[in-house]
C-alpha cells in the first residue's frame, strides 16, 4: 500500500537551485529508513543523505553544505533542497524508504520513479 512520489526535477545551470519533493502515500508499521539517491548513467545508484525520527540528518561527502534533506510529516513529504548544482550532479534521483509492513514481517525498501535533474549551461 506504499508509495512514493517524487517531483520537482528538471533543467538548471551551473550554480543554481532546486528543491525536490518525495510524497509517502500509506503507511508502514515501521520505518527504519528514509533518504535520498541518485543514479547517473553509467554508474551505480549513490546514497545522498538520510535522516531519522529525531531529526538526525546525514549526508555523503559530494553533497555535504550543498543539499539538504527534510521532513515534514504534516504532509508526509521528504525533501531535497539542492544548492550550488554543478554537471556532475546531472542524474535521476530516488527517494527511498524502509521498514516493516506489519509486526514480525520481514525489511522492506520502496522506491519512488525518479525525477531527473539536469545540470546543464
Known amino acids: 500500500q506504499v508509495q512514493l512520489v517524487e517531483s520537482g526535477g528538471g533543467l538548471v545551470q551551473p550554480g543554481g537551485s532546486l528543491s525536490l519533493s518525495c510524497s509517502v502515500s500509506g503507511r508502514l508499521f515501521t520505518i527504519s529508513f528514509r533518504g535520498w539517491y541518485r543514479q547517473a548513467p553509467g554508474k551505480q545508484r549513490e546514497f545522498l543523505a538520510s535522516i531519522n525520527d529525531g531529526g538526525f540528518t546525514n549526508y555523503a561527502d559530494s553533497v555535504k553544505g550543498r543539499f539538504t534533506i527534510s521532513r515534514d510529516n504534516a504532509k508526509n513529504t521528504v525533501n531535497l533542497q539542492m544548492n550550488s548544482l554543478k554537471s556532475e550532479d546531472t542524474a535521476v534521483y530516488y527517494c527511498?524508504?524502509?521498514?516493516?509492513?506489519?509486526?514480525?514481517?520481514?525489511?522492506?525498501?520502496?522506491w519512488g520513479q525518479g525525477t531527473q535533474v539536469t545540470v546543464s549551461s
Open positions: 527511498n524508504i524502509g521498514g516493516t509492513e506489519s509486526m514480525n514481517s520481514d525489511y522492506v525498501d520502496y
